[in-house]
């Protein structure tokens, strides 16, 4: 047995077009963007910046941008889309608002790293692809863990056969925040599938490849309507399967365990956000140190929301108009897959 303990690696570009700090607008003042900017705080400030905030309420924004050291904010997103002095446009609202919000950004010319899920259903999503694609404008959805070291680290045992052929992904998944409105109600966009279970199914399409697997779910609604927990096996080809439970009710192990011929890649908890990998049966162990911020973030392991900034500077500074990491077809192949399971369990929003 051995730990093999890695610090934070760092992409960078040979020769950088972009000569100054990409300045990031924050679209709203909530909970993920309170550790999105914590995490960007933890990056080089001539690379990064927050530049400017805008919420609902002036207030909200005016107390978030003294919180982070945020020298401008606005009382309307449109404001923050028209800010000549801002780049590229985070948007960390809720769910709903994602798709008329970039678009919106995307008008004023700005690109857009949006928040998971990217849009509500299949349809929005395909809808959003398009618009960044007819506006030539960066789009990335904010699957934040795909940008991880370990995810690098994994990606590399799975291309050595490490553990074999894979045949099997197992995942738990469950926190119990079912109370937060927008967990519960479906006008918000509430449910387990869009708010957690786009993690596992993420996962699975990184494992198996990006295709399309038969999908079989079911669960429980609340008495609102959304999916409080749920049970999903995604079939994929050559009798590969992914199973996992999501819960929005009760707290589970959250750990991942990919199962192949030969071992197991056991992701530690919080498997989603992991910064350890253990081989077993032999116990080897991976572990990769990730940013720290003399600030708490109130998700866990979630300075390493920075990764994506890197991800992000670096496909602008290449011309791109999406990441080969996050891709806008894996998006929509995972929105189609999410759209699978909570219709499979009666989850129906407005936007369907």
């Not at 000569?19 to 690379?47: C, E, Y």
């Not at 197992?170 to 926190?175: D, E, R």
């Not at 409105?181 to 786009?198: A, E, M, Q």
């Amino acid at each position: 047995m051995f730990i093999l303990i890695l610090k934070m690696t760092t992409i960078t570009n040979t020769a950088d077009a972009l000569q100054h700090p990409l300045r990031w607008g924050i679209v709203s003042a909530g909970l993920i963007s309170n550790d999105f900017v914590i995490a960007m705080s933890t990056l080089n400030p001539s690379k990064h910046v927050a530049a400017a905030v805008a919420a609902r309420s002036v207030n909200d924004a005016e107390k978030f941008a003294k919180e982070h050291d945020i020298p401008k904010f606005y009382g309307s997103y449109e404001e923050l889309f028209q800010d000549p002095d801002i780049d590229v446009i985070y948007i960390g609202s809720i769910h709903p608002y994602h798709l008329p919000l970039a678009k919106q950004a995307m008008d004023a010319g700005k690109p857009v790293l949006c928040e998971k899920p990217l849009c509500m259903n299949s349809k929005e999503t395909a809808e959003l692809i398009a618009y960044a694609e007819e506006k030539k404008l960066f789009l990335m959805e904010a699957i934040w863990v795909r940008h991880f070291p370990v995810y690098r680290k994994l990606k590399e045992l799975l291309d050595q056969g490490a553990v074999g052929d894979v045949k099997n992904l197992i995942i738990s998944f469950g926190i119990p925040i079912g109370d937060k409105d927008s967990c519960k109600y479906p006008n918000l966009g509430g449910g387990s599938t869009l708010g957690i279970g786009i993690y596992c199914v993420q996962l699975a399409l990184f494992v198996f490849g990006q295709q399309k697997p038969e999908v079989v779910s079911t669960g429980c609604l609340n008495k609102w309507g959304a999916d409080e927990n749920g049970s999903t096996t995604l079939k994929f080809s050559g009798g590969r399967l992914a199973t996992f439970t999501t819960s929005y009710n009760t707290l589970m192990p959250n750990e991942a365990f990919i199962v192949g011929t030969t071992g197991t890649i056991k992701m530690h908890s919080p498997f989603l956000s992991t910064s350890t990998l253990e081989l077993m049966p032999d116990g080897n162990v991976f572990e990769f140190a990730l940013p720290v911020s003399s600030k708490s973030t109130i998700l866990e392991n979630s300075t390493g929301l920075s990764y994506q900034c890197l991800e992000v500077r670096r496909c602008i500074n290449e011309g791109r108009l999406e990441s080969p990491v996050m891709s806008h077809w894996e998006s929509q192949l995972i929105a189609d897959i999410c759209e699978s399971i909570r219709k499979q369990i009666g989850v129906v929003y407005p936007q369907d």
